[in-house]
């Protein structure tokens, strides 16, 4: 089963700080481009911060300098660093990544996948 799982989600008040995690189990061996996205019931799912397999990564302008985007190559792990959280950014947050991948002892490379998402929310 090729899967993306996140953690570390919860409730906080403003200010304070949590970190998300994304994991490729079962079948992924290896996490390539990997992204966080957000989404507001209601409202279209957003790109917070993407990282590439070498840790070059970008964030969104609206959690610049609060946000930061990491990655562990050997645990196969990416992770979203929240600071100084908003209530505004309450959300679902999804891990999205392009991963290889084996399927009956055959590799697979490139397929875009997505977490279930883990819930974030702020209160004021």
């Known amino acids: 089963q090729v899967q993306l799982v996140e953690s570390g989600g919860g409730l906080v008040q403003a200010g304070g700080s949590l970190r998300l995690s994304c994991v490729g189990s079962?079948?992924?061996?290896?996490?390539?481009?990997a992204a966080w996205f957000r989404q507001v019931l209601g409202k279209q799912r957003e790109w917070v911060a993407s990282?590439?397999?070498?840790?070059?990564?970008n964030v969104t302008d609206s959690v610049k300098g609060r946000f930061t985007i990491s990655r562990d190559n050997a645990k196969n792990t990416v992770y979203l660093q929240m600071n100084s959280l908003k209530p505004e950014d309450t959300a679902a947050y999804y891990c999205?990544?392009?991963?290889?991948?084996?399927?009956?002892?055959?590799?697979?490379?490139?397929?875009?996948?997505w977490g279930k998402g883990t819930l974030v929310t702020v209160s004021s």
């Open positions: 999205n990544a392009d991963v290889d991948f084996t399927g009956w002892g055959i590799p697979y490379y490139g397929m875009d996948a």
């Open positions: 079962g079948s992924i061996f290896r996490i390539n481009k």
């Open positions: 990282i590439t397999r070498d840790g070059v990564a």
